[in-house]
């Protein structure tokens, strides 16, 4: 009794998959005019206080900025150790070159708190 049915709406299923029409092309198209690219340059601790921008002569950005232990949520697990990573709170230093965000520890103290002036 149930078969019936089942095979009417499998068959039209089937005609209607069948029958469907071309495929969707999605094809990047570039923006004309300036625009804002978001990009994160250091996503491993809570940086960004003391911020200080600049550029070289080829127009590549540098940056220098403080970074402190990023807090962690209730029940989340510490990252792994990395031995190469600087000492939090420590002073930052990244640029860009060639699309590449280069990030580097230049100075490490180990008493201070975002507090700190």
Known sequence: MLRKPLLALLATAF????CGGTDIVVRSQEEEGP???VQ???AT?????????TTDVDGNPHMT????ERSLAEG??????D?????LPAVMHAHLVENLWTRSGV???RKVTPEDG
């Open 45 to 53: 601790a809570s940086a960004g206080t003391g911020l200080s921008l």
């Open 76 to 81: 989340e697990p510490p990252p792994p150790p």
């Open 35 to 37: 625009r804002f690219i």
């Open 40 to 42: 994160v340059v250091d």
């Open 65 to 68: 900025y403080v970074a402190f």
């Open 15 to 18: 005609l209607a998959v069948s």
């Open 107 to 109: 100075a490490e103290q």
């Open 83 to 87: 031995p190469t990573a600087p000492v």
